[in-house]
């Protein structure tokens, strides 16, 4: 899987990266046919506490699955995304065998 990976407002540590990419790869396991991912991590402005923003966007055949997420830590964020991705692979997996 390629993944492309950028940040907004910061620079990520190795940990981090290492972490997104291995949740990330990780969503192989509930499709086979992920081409890529494209992942954007962002450092939000704000006066709450819950200023991380990770943003995942898929890249299948025929359709592209997008999730986000925000919270206080980055590696929330990236898991929280992460799982909704995987809900949305389940269904499309669903949808496909029905058809």
Excluded: W
């Amino acid at each position: 899987m390629k993944m492309d990976f950028q940040t907004v407002g910061f620079n990520a540590q190795d940990a981090l990266v290492e972490h997104t990419t291995q949740k990330t790869e990780s969503l192989a396991r509930y499709y086979d046919r992920i081409v890529g991912a494209e992942v954007y991590l962002k450092l939000v402005q704000d006066e709450k506490n819950s200023n991380k923003v990770a943003e995942i966007k898929l890249n299948i055949p025929g359709n592209d699955l997008f999730a986000t997420s925000t919270s206080e830590s980055f590696e929330k964020s990236v898991n929280e995304t992460v799982d909704k991705l995987k809900s949305q692979l389940r269904k499309l997996k669903t949808k496909l065998q029905s058809h």
